[in-house]
Each structure stands twice: as C-alpha cells, then as structure tokens.
C-alpha cells in the first residue's frame, strides 16, 4: 500500500475500524470537530501526513489496541505533495476494506477574517507580505482537490462551538457500538432544548448561585461540585435520575436507537445541571460507549 505495510493477516477485521478525516478551512472549526470525536471516543491525531495513514491503521488493526475509531485532522499545515496523495492514500484504504469517512469543514471568507480578526491568530499561510483575504484563497486553492471527494461538507458559517460539535458528534454517533447517550445542561429561562428525548428540572436542589464566591464559577469547578455534593438532596436527585435511566434506556437500545439526548436544566445553566451532566456523563463513561457532555449556556 503505497510502499507503506499492506494490511496482511489483520487481528482486526479491517472493516472494523471506522477512519474520519477532518480536513477544511482553518478556523472553520476542525479542532472543535475533533474534539466532538474525542467524546465519541475516536483515536484523534491532528495534522497528520498522508503517508502515515496508512501506518496508524496498521497499528490499530495488527495491534492489541482497543480502538477501532480513528478521527485525524488535515490541513495546510501539511505542505508538499500531502494533498495530491491524499486521495490516492483514502481510496487504497478503502479498497482495504476500512470504512473511511472524508469530513470538510468550510465557512465563508467573511466570517473566517472576523474569527480571526477577533482571536488575533495568524492563519498559517499569512506569512510576511501575505494578507489574510490572500492567504484564504490560496488556502481554498489548496484544499479544492478533497472538497471535492469528501463524503460530507460542513459550512460552519452561522454555527457557534455548540452547534458544530453536536452535529459532527450526532452525525457519527452510529461509528459507536450501541446507544450514544448525549447529555446536555440549558437553563430555563433560555427556553427548553428542542432536541432533547428527556428533561429533567434541576430548579429544586440548592442553588450555588447564591453564595457570592461559587457565583462566577461553573458546575464544573471543584469550589462548585464540593458544595453541591456537601447537600444530600443532590446525592438523591442523582441517584433516583440514575436509577431511572438505568430501568428504561435498554427499551430505547432495544428500538435501534442510535442517540438519546437527556437535558438537565436549572435556572441560569450554569451550577446545578452542568455539575449533574459532568456526574452523569463520567456514571456512564464507566459502563458504555459513547457518551457525550454539552453545556448549552457555557458554550
């Protein structure tokens, strides 16, 4: 395979591992994309050469790694001829029998100067008497050969982190074995998630708000997650929440569910639900697949 090891008398079945390239447009959310697979429990590799997929896949398939889902990131940080073999490189692995994925991030150019513009990064190809209007075309240049063949374009244009992460992870929630479960902290007062399966009102525990020092923190900051956990009504509320995912998220497994999205909410979206979705993601992280934690108001 391209000079590289061919994949001969495998451990693993080749058609067992799921292979998702992120490639696209910097700044159009490639790192957030990646970060959505890492809570899908994807291998994640960013800015990875094309010559060493082939190689990463070995590894996972003639190894004892538990793996079988593999997310790398590609972009023009990887110079050369990288992006004329990648095509080559994806359709031999394919051909391998892998299930490979092509993922491009896009976003339009007027957005992408005002992301940069406000984060002060430099685009990787804005060298010395480079402008950043210039550096994005060559970029698009670049990159026109895997828009091209990839399975699915993303426009990132008009979504914020949350949004993009829930639609890479929802997206390729069916790579993992059984029911993805997706917990989500709002807050009332912004209104009911319409995405959600099942609402639990978290308005009636104690609310860390008012206590002046644990007010600018989160329910993920231990100052946060102390207090709550020093109240036995929230030991109560978790464990009666708990037990009753436990009696009927089999019923929904039994149906082909592929995702199930349980929403927590509290007043402001910031103490209560988000410490009981961290404690709820981490109780089932323990026991499943693919389990995935969203703040709606944090984001």
Same mark, same amino acid.
């Given at each position: 395979?391209?000079?590289?090891?061919p994949?001969?008398?495998?451990?693993?079945?080749?058609?067992?591992?799921?292979?998702?390239?992120?490639?696209?447009?910097?700044?159009?959310?490639?790192?957030?994309?990646?970060r959505?697979?890492?809570?899908?429990?994807?291998?994640?590799?960013?800015n990875?050469?094309?010559?060493?997929?082939?190689?990463?896949?070995n590894?996972?398939?003639?190894?004892?790694?538990?793996?079988?889902?593999?997310?790398?990131?590609?972009?023009?940080?990887n110079?050369?001829?990288?992006?004329?073999?990648?095509?080559?490189?994806?359709?031999?692995?394919?051909?391998?029998?892998?299930?490979?994925?092509?993922?491009?991030?896009?976003?339009?150019?007027?957005?992408?100067?005002?992301?940069?513009?406000?984060?002060?990064?430099r685009?990787?190809l804005?060298? +010395? #008497?480079?402008? /950043?209007?210039?550096?994005? *075309?060559?970029?698009? %240049?670049? @990159?026109?050969p895997?828009?091209?063949? $990839?399975e699915?374009v993303?426009?990132?244009s008009?979504?914020?982190?949350?949004?993009?992460?829930?639609?890479?992870?929802t997206?390729?929630?069916?790579?993992t074995?059984?029911?993805?479960?997706?917990?989500?902290?709002?807050?009332?007062? +912004? #209104?009911?998630? /319409?995405d959600?399966?099942? *609402?639990?009102?978290? %308005?009636? @525990?104690p609310?860390?708000?008012?206590? $002046?020092?644990l007010?600018?923190?989160?329910?993920?900051d231990?100052?946060?997650?102390?207090?709550?956990?020093?109240?036995?009504?929230?030991?109560?509320?978790?464990?009666?929440?708990?037990?009753w995912?436990d009696?009927?998220l089999?019923?929904?497994?039994?149906?082909?569910?592929?995702?199930?999205?349980?929403?927590?909410?509290?007043?402001?979206?910031?103490?209560?639900?988000?410490?009981?979705?961290?404690?709820?993601?981490?109780?089932?992280?323990?026991?499943?697949?693919?389990?995935?934690?969203?703040?709606?108001?944090?984001?």
């Amino acid at each position: 395979m391209n000079g590289n090891t061919p994949l001969l008398n495998p451990q693993v079945d080749p058609s067992e591992i799921h292979l998702i390239v992120l490639t696209g447009m910097s700044g159009g959310g490639k790192t957030v994309a990646l970060r959505a697979m890492e809570d899908l429990e994807f291998y994640c590799v960013d800015n990875l050469p094309s010559a060493l997929l082939p190689q990463l896949v070995n590894a996972v398939i003639h190894g004892s790694s538990k793996h079988r889902r593999i997310a790398v990131g590609v972009d023009v940080r990887n110079r050369g001829t990288d992006f004329a073999n990648m095509p080559t490189v994806l359709s031999e692995l394919a051909a391998a029998g892998v299930q490979v994925h092509l993922v491009f991030l896009d976003c339009r150019d007027e957005v992408l100067i005002k992301r940069y513009s406000e984060t002060r990064r430099r685009h990787p190809l804005a060298t +010395r #008497g480079v402008s /950043l209007a210039d550096a994005i *075309v060559e970029e698009r %240049r670049l @990159l026109r050969p895997l828009m091209a063949i $990839a399975e699915k374009v993303i426009d990132s244009s008009e979504l914020n982190v949350h949004q993009l992460r829930r639609l890479v992870a929802t997206g390729y929630a069916q790579a993992t074995e059984g029911l993805t479960l997706m917990f989500q902290s709002f807050a009332f007062k +912004r #209104g009911l998630p /319409l995405d959600a399966d099942f *609402v639990f009102d978290a %308005r009636c @525990l104690p609310n860390p708000h008012w206590q $002046a020092h644990l007010r600018p923190l989160s329910g993920k900051d231990a100052p946060v997650r102390e207090f709550l956990e020093a109240e036995p009504l929230v030991g109560e509320y978790f464990a009666d929440t708990a037990r009753w995912l436990d009696a009927w998220l089999p019923r929904f497994e039994q149906d082909d569910r592929s995702y199930v999205t349980i929403s927590i909410g509290c007043t402001g979206g910031r103490h209560r639900s988000v410490y009981l979705v961290e404690k709820l993601a981490a109780h089932y992280r323990d026991r499943r697949e693919g389990v995935l934690a969203f703040h709606r108001e944090l984001e």
